[in-house]
């Protein structure tokens, strides 16, 4: 396993050892709700870093013959992995400062959560019955992965990460995609936010963080962060502090 890929496993699984899943429903006391936020955001951080490191992958492959080009990937790919152990320093940090009954409170809120989410994420997954082609075929099989958990680099059958999901799923209606948010924006073609249709990638952060799967109504189903789960989401010109960047349709 590669330095950058234990480094974010490993964040990953202490998070999720930890019982600390992301939440927005509830009203905690100012406390702990600023602890959650700051948990939840160093989550969206190592996600980011962990597409980062997919994205340096593939760059790599394709410029493996160009020595300047290999030796720039790899500084970036070391960047990744100073960005991963901040995370986890941040992490640590703010973990070691919660009392046993904080830590109980936020997984009473945090259980809450999930099972909003999740109820949700069902009752919109019907919108993707009326989608037809290649995109209603991506579509029905993404949705069937709600409740899935996420985990950095997988991509199946019951683990994913952003760029996994989509992969899979519109592996299922004949198209190849990179296993790297940023690369699957280099495919299909451009479609401007007021013509989105179901099955259009969307895709958010500057760089190139985050993708999900349009399903209609400003929703796209996607797989966020560690400890959160494969959901429907409403999204608009960003989702959390990712800005919205485009859609490609494939």
């Not at 590669?2 to 429903?25: A, D, K, W, Y």
Request: aromatic share 6%; hydrophobic share 40%.
């Amino acid at each position: 396993m590669r330095p950058i890929q234990r480094c974010v496993t490993f964040l990953l699984t202490f998070v999720l050892t930890m019982g600390i899943l992301p939440t927005s429903f509830g009203a905690p006391n100012a406390d702990i709700a600023a602890v959650k936020a700051q948990i939840e955001q160093l989550q969206d951080d190592a996600a980011a870093a962990g597409e980062n490191a997919l994205a340096a992958k593939i760059q790599l492959a394709k410029l493996k013959k160009q020595l300047a080009s290999v030796q720039q990937d790899a500084a970036n790919q070391q960047k990744t992995l100073e960005q991963a152990r901040a995370s986890l320093a941040q992490a640590e940090k703010l973990l070691s400062k919660l009392e046993k009954a904080d830590r109980e409170k936020i997984l009473k809120l945090q259980a809450m959560d999930a099972a909003e989410r999740q109820k949700y994420s069902i009752e919109q997954a019907k919108l993707a019955n009326a989608v037809s082609g290649r995109a209603g075929t991506a579509l029905r099989y993404a949705v069937k992965q709600i409740g899935d958990r996420y985990v950095w680099g997988a991509a199946g059958p019951i683990r994913w990460d952003c760029s996994g999901l989509t992969m899979r799923a519109y592996e299922q209606a004949g198209v190849r995609l990179p296993h790297s948010s940023r690369a699957q924006y280099g495919y299909g073609r451009s479609i401007a936010r007021a013509n989105l249709q179901p099955g259009d990638l969307v895709f958010f952060g500057s760089p190139i963080s985050h993708v999900g799967i349009y399903i209609g109504q400003g929703k796209m189903v996607h797989a966020p962060r560690p400890g959160a789960r494969v959901q429907i989401a409403e999204f608009g010109s960003s989702f959390g502090r990712k800005k919205y960047v485009g859609a490609r349709r494939l």
